[in-house]
């Protein structure tokens, strides 16, 4: 099956999350779109010490209903620092993937793919999709590359936790089972 893998923090999942995974999978043809919430990326920390168990549960909520989509904890299981690499080597062996998967790379982050664990294997080992995160120009990734010619939707998860610590509305910036989850479980701290 064509397979894309598309990682990230998802402290909280939101919308945009699902719109570009939505785009990816339209735009090249993909049949399963793989969702992978890190344990502790390397690249960034993770904010507001949530566990990853409750990022993992939203997630499960946000894509449920989306064709082709599934929810892979690898890297919550490993329980330390995930490199991508390890986690391209896992989706590979555990999934019937037909070819190279896909690995959507937002442009905020392409600028440091050179210091990645392993670029050139990562480039050899899956097709690399560059998503425009918060801008419209593209940037070189020096590896081979394709760029996804996505809306832009100006919602971050930061933005949204921020909104939820000063009380400020955010119930359609996530999926809504998302946002009942948040204030019934008080990921966040108490909605009220």
């Not at 998802?10 to 890190?38: K, Q, T």
């Not at 982050?109 to 480039?123: H, K, M, N, Q, V």
């Not at 419209?136 to 930061?158: C, F």
Request: hydrophobic share 40%; proline share 6%.
């Amino acid at each position: 099956m064509k397979t894309v893998i598309l990682g990230g923090t998802y402290n909280p999942v939101h919308i945009g999350h699902l719109m570009l995974a939505d785009e990816v999978r339209e735009a090249f043809g993909y049949e399963r779109v793989v969702f992978v919430p890190s344990y502790r990326p390397p690249h960034k920390k993770v904010a507001w010490d949530i566990a990853p168990e409750h990022r993992l549960a939203m997630l499960r909520l946000a894509v449920e209903g989306f064709p082709g989509a599934v929810v892979e904890d690898c890297e919550i299981k490993r329980g330390s620092v995930s490199y991508t690499i390890d986690t391209i080597a896992y989706v590979a062996s555990h999934y019937d993937v037909e070819g190279k998967p896909g690995l959507v790379i937002g442009d905020d982050l392409a600028e440091g793919f050179s210091d990645w664990r392993d670029p050139g294997r990562i480039a050899d080992a899956c097709d690399l999709i560059v998503a425009h995160r918060n801008r419209i120009e593209e940037v070189e990734l020096g590896y081979p590359h394709r760029y996804l010619d996505n809306m832009l939707l100006p919602i971050s998860s930061t933005e949204i936790r921020e909104r939820i610590g000063q009380g400020r509305p955010f119930r359609y910036l996530v999926p809504k089972t998302v946002y009942e989850y948040i204030v019934r479980e008080h990921v966040y701290g108490r909605i009220d």
